[in-house]
């Protein structure tokens, strides 16, 4: 079946833009994660969401950064007037329940320039 | 210090021998991870563990509760091995799953 998807794969935008990166998660998994990872650094942990439980935002950088999931499914992370400091790749992953392994999308290389 | 660290953190093999990362956490954990994520930076999934041994393939993980300690073990190493290997932790249940993630090691294996 279908894995987990990211848009776009690669974003290029001028500082103080917003930007909106898109997640579909595999069809039927409840939970749903944001990480980041910055050119050379590990992964970091943003926000992850389960089920209609409110989300755990306490990854999440800045007040500039947000995320949402609608209707369970699809989750978009919002970053806004963002910094040359955001340039990473964001990527989502989801898993069936809580506890189980997590499956990773491909990723959404963000460049500020 | 960082709550995961993994060790080497770069490794370069021939081809054909037994490979051994660590991955060593300061923090209780309901669960350890190792991740696999290739040059194009896709990762996937190795292991999910949280006592004793997993195998799949020429990939072997152990986790000892007790010492905080973990091995991802590839035998028969082969060049397309090569990748960055990740270990990360999910802590005790009232942290929520969320992953700590260790640095990562770069592992090259030449033909």
């Known amino acids: 079946g279908a894995g987990v998807s990211q848009s776009p794969s690669n974003k290029v935008t001028e500082k103080g833009k917003d930007v909106e990166l898109r997640c579909d998660p595999i069809?039927?998994?409840?939970?749903l994660y944001w990480y980041r990872q910055s050119l050379g650094q590990g992964l970091e942990f943003l926000i992850y969401?389960?089920?209609?439980?409110?989300?755990?935002k306490s990854g999440l950088p800045s007040d500039r950064f947000s995320a949402e999931r609608t209707g369970g499914s699809v989750s978009t992370l919002t970053i806004q007037r963002t910094q040359q400091e955001d340039s990473a790749v964001y990527l989502c992953?989801?898993?069936?329940?809580?506890?189980?392994?997590?499956?990773f999308g491909p990723g959404t290389r963000l460049t500020v320039t | 210090k960082n709550e995961v660290e993994q060790s080497p953190q770069n490794l370069t093999a021939q081809e054909g021998e037994f490979i051994t990362i660590n991955c060593s956490y300061s923090?209780?954990?309901?669960?350890l991870h190792w991740l696999q994520q290739h040059p194009g930076g896709g990762i996937v999934s190795l292991f999910m563990l949280s006592s004793g041994k997993k195998k799949h393939g020429r990939l072997i993980a152990t986790i000892n509760i007790q010492e905080k300690h973990s091995s991802l073990h590839i035998t028969a190493s082969h060049p397309r091995d090569s990748a960055v290997y990740i270990c990360?932790?999910?802590?005790?249940?009232?942290?929520?799953?969320?992953?700590?993630f260790g640095e990562g090691t770069q592992l090259t294996v030449n033909p």
């Open positions: 923090v209780g954990i309901s669960a």
């Open positions: 990360a932790v999910r802590k005790g249940e009232t942290s929520g799953s969320r992953l700590t």
């Open positions: 069809s039927g998994h409840t939970a």
């Open positions: 992953a989801s898993s069936p329940e809580r506890l189980y392994e997590q499956y």
């Open positions: 969401f389960q089920g209609n439980s409110a989300p755990d």
